[in-house]
């Protein structure tokens, strides 16, 4: 009996010391990355954050860097995941090798690594210790019979002197990391606030504008657009503005560029055209509206057949739309982009010229296309009546649109005197702050619609802002 109870006490004590070892594997192994060995950068950060605030020393910095291995990428398609994990095993042990108590290499998210240093006290000693990881990454391996070469690109941040605090230190180097594919200095990037928070607030941005429409954030300005010899109206340019729910009002000169780089400008630009169709064809007064078109709306090929449905589903008569169409617009595909214009002016649509003078063939772009309208930029027209050299400039482009029998419209009004040089030289059409600022549909709606139809019209313009119409 008295075995017996001895062996059970032995056997549930090595139950529960093995219970305790398997327990503790399993807790190293979640602090520890499997391929590497490396721990990984969570528990590294803490670890050396625990060690930086012991020693006590404030005037040193805690630097953390995510390293991105260029080249991995390219071995991991040719030569398989294998191969590439072997790189990397291969990357790891040689940082590991060359860092002292003060430094450590973990492993990033991805195919990244993390380096972790403290106890630096000044921009050379940081340069150092990534001069010296630098070196190591650029030795070239070989395995498996075949040399690979590999270059380090890292994105760098330092507590105190970049973070507030040190959890924030992985996003400050994951934004400098991105800004390394465009710096042309040097592959090893620190964080800069001004620079890398404007990043990710460009990127929130964008975000956000992906469910403007959704969310009826967007909504059409309208400028107005003169004769220049009677004063009459005779039309306004759509305008896009951003009311964000946040935010304010977003300057386009902010949002555009967004959109165009996100590609949101063809679905953006698709809603500008329509509800700016729905809106004008319940209009009493049949004033005609200019639509700008990106560049990205005339490369898919399908802006003709677009329009033509649009027109058809609004009822806006095909003569009241203009599109005007930027010079950078055709030099990105110049045959393409005039096979698109063509396909336009069969629709019975006007075609403008937007930006005259700005660009550098706008002359061989008027022979090509068949423009109906040239618009003269307004940095030729604000003060043109006192700037002799931007009188001759729009004095010539006037010339020639006569010359070419279409018409011209000068941007950028914005006294009388401006108006009676326009005139004088024979301008045709103009638009700027004499004769109106851009307005929302609000401050147009007498010019355009009886009393008696503002209200009822108003709420169908409303149901515009959903998406599809």
């Not at 090595?14 to 990984?40: C, F, V, W, Y």
């Not at 006290?121 to 001069?131: A, G, K, L, M, T």
């Not at 103009?430 to 355009?448: C, L, N, R, T």
């Amino acid at each position: 009996m008295v075995l017996m109870v001895g062996s059970g006490f032995s056997l549930n004590i090595l139950d529960n010391k093995s219970k305790i070892e398997a327990a503790e594997h399993i807790r190293h192994l979640s602090q520890m990355d499997p391929l590497t060995g490396l721990p990984l950068f969570q528990k590294a950060l803490q670890k050396m954050e625990s060690r930086y605030f012991d020693k006590g020393n404030m005037t040193a910095k805690l630097a953390f860097a995510i390293l991105e291995l260029e080249g991995l990428r390219q071995i991991r398609e040719v030569h398989g995941q294998h191969i590439n994990d072997r790189v990397i095993c291969i990357i790891a042990d040689r940082l590991s090798r060359i860092c002292t108590e003060n430094e450590i290499i973990a492993r990033g998210r991805g195919d990244t690594l993390v380096a972790i240093s403290m106890q630096l006290f000044s921009n050379s000693s940081i340069n150092s210790f990534f001069q010296k990881l630098e070196m190591a990454v650029e030795v070239p391996i070989e395995e498996n019979g075949q040399i690979f070469n590999l270059h380090l690109n890292a994105g760098i941040s330092h507590f105190p002197e970049n973070a507030e605090e040190v959890a924030l230190l992985p996003g400050q180097a994951e934004l400098a990391l991105t800004r390394t594919a465009h710096n042309k200095g040097s592959n090893i990037v620190v964080y800069d606030r001004n620079i890398d928070e404007g990043k990710r607030t460009l990127s929130a941005l964008a975000m956000d504008l992906r469910y403007a429409v959704e969310r009826e954030e967007l909504e059409l300005y309208y400028q107005p657009q003169n004769d220049v010899m009677t004063g009459d109206l005779i039309g306004f340019e759509v305008l896009l503005r951003w009311n964000h729910a946040e935010r304010g009002m977003i300057s386009p000169d902010n949002f555009i560029p967004l959109a165009e780089e996100t590609g949101l400008i063809i679905p953006i630009g698709e809603w500008v055209l329509r509800t700016a169709c729905e809106c004008a064809a319940g209009w009493d007064k049949p004033y005609k509206i200019a639509v700008n078109v990106a560049p990205a709306q005339l490369t898919t090929g399908d802006l003709p057949a677009k329009v033509r449905q649009i027109l058809k589903d609004t009822g806006l008569p095909h003569q009241r739309l203009e599109l005007e169409i930027t010079e950078t617009s055709i030099i990105e595909d110049h045959l393409h982009t005039l096979h698109v214009v063509q396909q336009l002016k069969q629709i019975g649509i006007s075609l403008a010229m937007d930006d005259f003078g700005t660009g550098y063939s706008s002359l061989s772009m008027l022979q090509t296309f068949p423009f109906d309208k040239i618009k003269i930029d307004r940095s030729f027209i604000s003060g043109v009546s006192e700037n002799p050299h931007s009188a001759a400039i729009a004095r010539a482009t006037i010339v020639l649109a006569n010359g070419l029998q279409i018409n011209s419209l000068a941007e950028g009004v914005e006294d009388q005197k401006d108006l009676n040089f326009l005139r004088e030289i024979g301008c045709h059409e103009a638009q700027g702050y004499f004769f109106g600022k851009p307005m929302p549909f609000s401050g147009i709606e007498e010019m355009v619609n009886p009393r008696e139809n503002a209200v009822t019209f108003n709420k169908k313009y409303k149901l515009a802002l959903v998406p599809g119409g």
